[in-house]
């Protein structure tokens, strides 16, 4: 059974500071892995999607890595604003399933 | 595209009614998932269709839930009868395809069993 670990459970930063968000797994046959983020009461939204065969993706502040074979994944936020406080996930793809952490919650402090 | 739909947002019911939750999935997507999230469990999938097929129904809890998919645009998941240990938020989610596909959520429904 796929594993998904992200530490640390919660982060505080001052605004302005880079943030790096950390998923690892433990099967490393996955199809692909999704970044995605939460707010209070919402869904969630998806951010990035890496393909297995990618080493990373990015979407203007954010950068996302893949290392499959020590199954990683690190979630790069550059310059954070206040903006981006939420809870982020990661989530691994192997089949048709998704296996998802519990989350990182991020405040970023204005 | 409005994304994918879900209602209601928020239900309150009493033990031992029926619940009914709807989804719309996104136009032209051929998967949906309906996942559960609690603060101690996190995010579960429930049911998995594929073209309207039921394909994996293996994280529904027991038989008191139960769901379908009468066509590409619509599903339904059922609770009768309700329990208060029913109470999560439920997300339907949709993508284009199965193994390669970017997954999108709406926005859940938050149901509360008293």
């Known amino acids: 059974k796929q594993e998904v670990t992200q530490i640390p459970a919660a982060l505080s930063v001052p605004e302005g500071e880079n943030l790096v968000l950390n998923c690892s797994f433990t099967?490393?046959?996955?199809?692909?892995l999704q970044w995605f983020r939460q707010d209070p009461g919402k869904g969630l939204t998806s951010l990035l999607l890496?393909?297995?065969?990618?080493r990373e993706q990015t979407s203007g502040r954010l950068n996302a890595s893949l290392d499959k074979s020590s199954g990683r994944s690190t979630l790069y936020i550059a310059a954070s604003q206040p903006g981006d406080s939420a809870t982020y996930l990661c989530?691994?793809?192997?089949?048709?399933?998704?296996?998802f952490g519990a989350g990182t919650t991020v405040t970023v402090r204005a | 595209d409005a994304g994918v739909i879900q209602s209601p947002r928020h239900e309150v019911t009493e033990m031992g009614q029926e619940v009914t939750l709807r989804c719309k999935p996104i136009?032209?997507?051929?998967?949906l998932f309906w996942y559960r999230q609690t603060m101690m469990r996190g995010l579960e999938l429930l049911i998995y269709?594929?073209?309207?097929?039921?394909?994996?129904d293996s994280g529904m809890p027991e038989d008191r839930f139960s769901a379908k998919m009468p066509n590409a645009s619509f599903s339904t998941l059922k609770i009768q009868p309700s329990e208060p240990r029913d109470s999560a938020v439920y997300f339907c989610?949709?993508?284009?395809?199965?193994?390669?596909?970017?997954?999108?959520f709406g926005e859940g429904s938050r149901l509360t069993v008293l």
């Open positions: 269709f594929n073209n309207n097929v039921p394909i994996d």
């Open positions: 890496i393909q297995s065969s990618q």
């Open positions: 099967d490393s046959a996955i199809y692909n």
């Open positions: 989610a949709s993508s284009h395809t199965t193994n390669t596909g970017e997954l999108f």
């Open positions: 989530a691994v793809g192997h089949d048709y399933k998704l296996s």
């Open positions: 136009s032209g997507h051929n998967s």
